[in-house]
């Protein structure tokens, strides 16, 4: 079964496999890599450069020759999908990996060995059973395959199947093509709502805006033009890149870089060829394999070699190893913990976490660092005004998803006014069409926080859409980045009045430079330094709340100077804009999501910690991180007490601090050291203003201290970060393909509360698979006793291969799979995350507990309750224990048939073989009894199965199942021809009851005693 | 760096390794000091006996339970397989060198031992024809019915002690498997063919290969210690014509309600075997 993560960026490491360096060194390379992610420099060239460079034309763009041209030189512009693992590999892997190399072995041990008899012997024996090991490989090799395969369809849906369009001009003539036929050097065009095509040397712009969050993570918009702003490319207007969105505006520019020579094509590239390590699962199984394989193969030859000794010919001692094998392998348990891991899968994604594979279902379980972003994944992702300043007094304002907060008192005058101004100086409307949708739920055209004042004002105040009726718009001055404000002229709401509104909204620092009064209480007041000063603080608290500030004015402009039908010119300013009214100030922050700080607490009382990684500002972090309760109250930053104790920063001991605001650009000049130092001595980080590769060297540092690291991203940034992590979870709404790509799992609703549930979800199954794993191995290991007796004390053989693997895969199943739904012992969510290195799905108790019991051959429940079984069927057709010892030879011997049992009846080969088979169906049958109480046994490893209860449905039906399934292989006619099982008599049934009543009261005695003194020798030697 | 890190992870895994069987530091054989190795045997001990006690518990109850004369179920016995004498399935010697017979003439007389009449002469001479029940007697141990070797006439080994071999027309000896309680209903006697198209002579004692009904019921090794079973031989009249050929013999018991056509069960009620004779 699948150990390793999706298997498609196996092969892409493999060729860092080749080359042993250090890990330091490799990690340079990495650096090395994403370094050379911008060796673009057209945006430093003229456009006539440009032009030259690519042999195109500004206006008539390339020709469709030189296109074509270029189309075969490049390649496509589309990014070269991860190599993909054939799906016959795949198979391959799922039919030899694991126990199936065991199990083949036998199987063909067991042909040759039939083979050899066939060619020596006449009437050979009718021996299926390398017919059936075959099949059961098989069967259970499909089995997984097909289980991995359904997880990975999951991300196929994800692929976006529509292609792309993109508009060029080739010879002067504008075309819609295929996106993938972009060349470099063509001239494109793309407007608001497009995708850009390739990455783009703009040429020219009309109010263009393109989002780049997938790609820096800033959530601003940001404008472009032909000009350039900066010399790194990323940070330049005139480039826009590959994958991003245009929001607004529109645009022509000069194809620079297609496919995967884009920047986000070459970050696709680092991604996949990131190594990524096992998931904990994985290795746990393959720890637990190797156990068991060494000691089958172990057992086997010892028992091969004992058979030479003892003078039993060759083709039987294979026969034996191939009993023992058969015997030791726990075919079934590899299909159970595939099966527990999926329905695990499918529960955590009807709670909005979708696993792409199937093993991160438990790192999550494990993990002890989560990493998250805070755009979208903490807040909301949609800017919320927080707080507005007016009457002189900070108030709050509601930020909540659904409007429970508390609210303010909107009576004022002044709130009117400042309503009145931030609805009317305002650009953005809401789409059309959305009315029956709550108004936070609407979309906006417009930009953030002009759609953050909109949404404000339509809630508290009503329809904004009416009040910009009643005050038509006469004028109106844009934002613009000298300016620093936006102006608009109104009429104003009294018909009667025919002065005109002039409204202004903009920083507050420069819209208090235009004023002379304020507004307190509805009343003009002169503003004076008392109120100045009064500003200012609320400014920089708000401000230091890390939310963005504007303010806002207004005038009544007097009607003697501006009559009713006076032009305003907004070009050449003829009207006042000084000497204006101060209404208010209102900020807005991208508020943290409802469930984050619950879950966020969760996840700190669970002992997981919670990083910070953003590439927003520090301050804004730094708030949403005390909001959310990364920062935990009263925990403060170096910074902090710095400014308590009015000192400088450089004497504060770092140790007091256990919180830490990190800036990117301090994480650039860390060593290894200092950097582990950060991440062990304070439980509260934010880093703050990361860059893709500070992010992978955060998850590094934390997996280098023997973290399980879980990391949360969407954009293309964060995607080497994800794949780089134990887990990556990707956001299912806003995530880009790449990072959903290299995630291993996908929270549908971007909401970090998810995250929470998948821990809980995964620490659930550990549990319960390790109860699944004891359950199927004490049922395990008797199945090898019989074997031992049969070629020690020369008995019949109690238990036949084919019995033991309808135990393995017929009736065990279902109730290891129940033990999946067992409700947790006690709140799973308070202890710390397990230790790797310690805490093991099977650990050597498990084992010694299981193997323990061969140690004196058979005495061990199952086994007795078989053996008694066994014992009573043949002394009640006549053959008593004593006359069994050393009859073996004779017993199968096929010439012999006056075979003379203790009462002096003869019997023939054939109806000896047939008590011998329903003494196999008892055996069987009576491990399904001692299994019962097994199952109720395992619901629990410290609680009494009185505490627990028996609520789990699944498990009474696992019970049913069992027995029924059971009864079916024993009554159903058919089945001695079949599978050589018989009919048993009632009586039969119950041999096993004692057995199976002591293993009760045994466990629950232990159970008591691991409760009562915790911590002591029971606990020590026997808890699992 | 990698290298040295590398060698000291080595070693710490040699010193993991040895110190797993023996760690002089904490004095721990295969991870556990004295007295932790123990404790955990005296657990153990106390587990295994107590598990050991219960098993021979439900042992002995399942002792207590059962019948010294007759097995609780006889149902997977319900009709008696055929069995030949000299046990082997695959005749073949040379009837001139007795060194290739005298295995199955030895055999065939240490199988007659018990049908001697000094052994035969304690057992009743009851009347034919109808089963011997002894159902009503308080006794437990029950009286057998006398069978002589001299009943197999030519191949009682009394006249000719090779029982034909010498001659090449073999003695094989049927006998079917004793079952409590058994009473075949009708005459049930053996028939034997040949499977070639030409039949060979054989003659059958007692005569006509009649099995009596007499030697019916068996009541069980302790109950009825003298029972021997009746025999039927078949001496294979054998001419010049079979010798230096394989011939395949079916023997099967006819006349009765005793099964002899079982698909599984080559040996229930019948029997096949080959007789090879060489010149």
């Known amino acids: 079964m699948g150990y390793g993560r999706s298997d498609s960026y196996r092969v892409a490491t493999t060729q860092d496999k080749d080359d042993r360096s250090p890990k330091k060194k490799k990690g340079a390379k990495d650096m090395d890599d994403l370094k050379k992610e911008v060796p673009i420099t057209e945006h430093k060239m003229s456009i006539e450069e440009v032009c030259r460079k690519y042999q195109t034309d500004i206006v008539q763009g390339l020709t469709n020759a030189k296109a074509a041209e270029y189309l075969i030189r490049d390649g496509p512009n589309a990014l070269t999908p991860p190599p993909t693992t054939p799906e016959w590999v795949k198979f391959c892997r799922q039919l030899f990996g694991g126990f199936s190399v065991l199990l083949w072995t036998g199987a063909i041990l067991c042909f040759l060995a039939y083979a050899i008899q066939a060619a020596t012997e006449d009437d050979p024996a009718g021996d299926n059973v390398s017919i059936v090991l075959t099949a059961v490989v098989v069967i259970t090799g499909c089995f997984s395959y097909f289980q991995e395969a359904k997880s990975s369809k999951i991300m196929e849906s994800f692929k976006n199947m529509v292609p792309q369009q993109a508009l060029v001009i080739r010879e002067g003539e504008k075309v819609q093509i295929n996106a993938e036929e972009v060349v470099g050097g ?152 595939t099966v527990c891991l999926t329905l695990t899968a499918k529960r955590m994604a009807k709670k909005n976490c979708l696993v792409k594979n199937l093993e991160a279902v438990e790192t999550l379980g494990s993990t002890s660092t989560i990493c998250s972003d805070k755009t979208g994944t903490l807040t909301q992702n949609r800017m919320t005004v927080a707080h507005m300043w007016f009457d002189n007094q900070i108030h ?30 305002n650009r953005a409307q809401f789409k059309a069409g959305q009315d029956q949708l709550p108004i936070l739920k609407r979309d ?321 199954i550990f549990d319960n698979l390790k109860k699944s794993i004891a359950y199927t191995l004490t049922s395990n290991i008797p199945e090898i006793t019989p074997f031992l007796l049969f070629i020690i004390v020369n008995i019949p053989l109690p238990l036949g291969t084919i019995t033991i693997l309808c135990i393995d895969l017929g009736t065990d199943m279902v109730p290891a799979i129940s033990l999946a739904y067992e409700a947790a012992e006690s709140d799973i969510m308070k202890r710390q995350p397990r230790n790797p290195f310690r805490d093991k799905l099977v650990n050597e108790r498990l084992i010694s507990i299981a193997y323990g019991q061969i140690v004196i051959v058979c005495l061990n429940p199952h086994a007795l309750g078989g053996f008694f079984a066994y014992f009573v069927i043949l002394a009640e057709n006549g053959f008593l224990p004593t006359t069994l010892v050393g009859i073996r030879l004779n017993w199968d011997d096929r010439s012999c048939n006056d075979l003379e049992d203790t009462y002096g009846q003869q019997w023939t080969y054939e109806q000896r073989k047939i008590v011998e088979f329903t003494c196999h169906t008892a055996f069987f049958v009576s491990i399904v009894v001692v299994q019962w109480a097994d ?90 | 760096m990698a290298s040295t890190e590398d060698k000291a992870a080595k070693q710490e895994s040699a010193t993991g390794w040895k110190d797993s069987f023996y760690n002089p530091r904490t004095g721990e054989v295969l991870g556990r000091t004295g007295s932790s190795w123990a404790l955990i045997l005296l657990f153990y001990l106390v587990f295994y006996c107590f598990l050991a006690g219960m098993f021979a518990l439900t042992m002995w109850v399942l002792l207590l339970t059962l019948d010294d004369y007759v097995p609780k179920y006889r149902d997977r016995v319900p009709y008696p397989g055929l069995v030949i004498r000299p046990n082997s399935l695959d005749l073949s010697f040379n009837k001139s060198d007795p060194l290739k017979y005298v295995q199955y003439v030895k055999h065939l007389e240490s199988f007659l031992q018990r049908y001697n009449d000094s052994q035969q002469d304690k057992n009743d001479d009851c009347p034919p024809g109808e089963y011997f029940l002894q159902d009503d007697t308080e006794d437990m141990s029950k009286k057998a019915c006398l069978f002589k070797r001299g009943f197999l006439s030519l191949c009682s080994g009394l006249s000719d002690t090779n029982f034909g071999y010498s001659e090449g027309k073999p003695c094989v000896l049927l006998k079917m498997n004793r079952i409590i309680g058994l009473k075949p209903r009708g005459d049930p006697y053996i028939n034997c063919t040949v499977k070639r198209d030409t039949p060979i002579q054989m003659q059958y004692f007692p005569s006509e290969g009649r099995i009596d009904k007499k030697y019916f019921p068996y009541y069980g090794k302790k109950a009825h210690e003298s029972y021997v079973q009746p025999l039927v031989a078949v001496e294979l009249l054998l001419t010049k014509d079979d010798y230096n050929k394989e011939l395949p013999v079916e023997c099967r018991v006819e006349g009765s309600d005793l099964r002899n056509n079982d698909e599984r069960d080559k040996f229930l009620g019948r029997v096949t075997f080959r007789v090879t004779v060489v010149e």
């Open chain 1, 444 to 764: 906006v055209a417009g930009d953030a926080s002009e759609s953050a004042l909109l949404k404000c004002i339509e809630l508290s105040c009503g329809s904004v859409r009416a009040m910009r009726d009643r005050n038509k718009k006469v004028a109106e001055i844009p934002f613009n980045s000298t300016n620093k404000y936006q102006l608009s002229v109104h009429e104003t709401e009294d018909l009667n009045d025919n002065r005109y509104l002039l409204v202004m909204k903009g920083a507050p620092e420069r819209v208090l430079e235009c004023c002379s009064t304020i507004l307190v209480q509805g009343k003009e007041q002169p503003l004076d330094e008392e109120l100045k000063e009064a500003f200012q603080n609320a400014y920089m608290e708000l401000g230091g709340l890390g939310e963005r500030v504007l303010g806002f004015c207004h005038v009544l402009l007097p009607e003697d100077q501006y009559p009713k039908g006076f032009a305003f010119d907004t070009d050449d300013v003829n009207f006042q804009t000084k000497d204006l009214c101060f209404v208010g100030l209102m900020s807005m922050i991208d508020p943290p999501r409802a469930a984050v700080p619950d879950a966020v607490g969760k996840c700190r009382s669970a002992g997981i910690k919670v990083i910070m990684v953003t590439g927003d500002h520090p301050i804004t972090a730094k708030a949403i991180a005390k909001g959310v309760g990364i920062i935990s109250e009263g925990n403060e930053t170096v910074e902090d007490i710095a400014a308590r104790l009015n000192i400088p920063v450089s004497q504060v001991n770092p140790r007091d601090a256990k919180a830490c605001v990190c800036h990117g650009t301090d994480l650039k000049d860390l060593s290894q050291d200092q950097m582990d130092d950060i991440l062990r001595n304070h439980t509260e980080i934010v880093f703050a203003r990361t860059s893709p590769q500070q992010k992978l060297i955060i998850v590094e540092g934390c997996q280098r201290l023997g973290a399980i690291v879980a990391v949360t991203g969407d954009g293309v940034n964060d995607s080497p970060a994800l794949k780089k992590a134990d887990i990556g979870v990707a956001m299912g709404i806003s995530g880009s393909d790449v990072s959903k790509q290299a995630a291993d799992m996908i929270l549908l609703d971007d909401n970090f509360a998810s995250i929470v549930t998948g821990v809980e979800e995964g620490r659930l």
């Open chain 1, 935 to 1024: 199952v109720i046994i395992c619901k629990t490893r410290r609680n009494s199965v009185f505490q627990q209860g028996m609520r789990n449905k699944i498990l009474i039906f696992g019970l049913f199942e069992e027995t029924a399934l059971a009864a079916f292989l024993s009554y159903c006619p058919g089945m001695d021809v079949a599978l050589r099982m018989y009919p048993l008599k009632p009586s039969w049934w119950f041999c096993a009851f004692p057995y199976s009543f002591l293993i009760f009261v045994y466990d629950e005695v232990r159970k008591l005693l691991i409760r009562r003194n915790p911590g002591g020798w029971v606990e020590r030697e026997t808890y699992y």
């Open chain 1, 186 to 337: 063509d001239l494109v065009e793309v407007k608001g709502g497009d995708r850009i095509p390739a990455d783009i040397r703009v040429v020219s712009a009309h109010g263009c805006k393109v989002d780049n969050s997938s790609l820096t993570g800033e959530s601003e918009p940001q404008s472009r033009s032909p000009d350039c702003t900066h010399d790194n490319p990323l940070e330049t207007r005139n480039i826009a890149f590959f994958s991003t969105n245009c929001v607004e505006g529109t645009a022509r520019g000069i194809v620079i870089c297609t496919g995967d020579n884009t920047v986000m094509g070459r970050i696709a590239t680092l991604t996949s060829g990131l190594e990524t390590g096992k998931t904990p699962i994985a290795k746990e199984i393959e720890h637990f394999i190797h156990i068991i394989t060494g000691v089958a193969v172990f057992l086997g030859l010892t028992f091969f070699i004992l058979a030479i000794v003892l003078g039993y010919s060759w083709l039987e001692a294979v026969i034996f190893l191939i009993g023992i094998i058969v015997a030791n392998v726990p075919e079934g348990l590899l299909a159970t913990v």
């Open chain 1, 396 to 425: 709050e304002a509601d930020t909540t998803e659904d409007q429970s907060g508390a609210s303010f008192d909107k009576s004022s005058i002044t709130w009117i006014s400042l309503a009145r101004v931030a609805a009317l100086c």
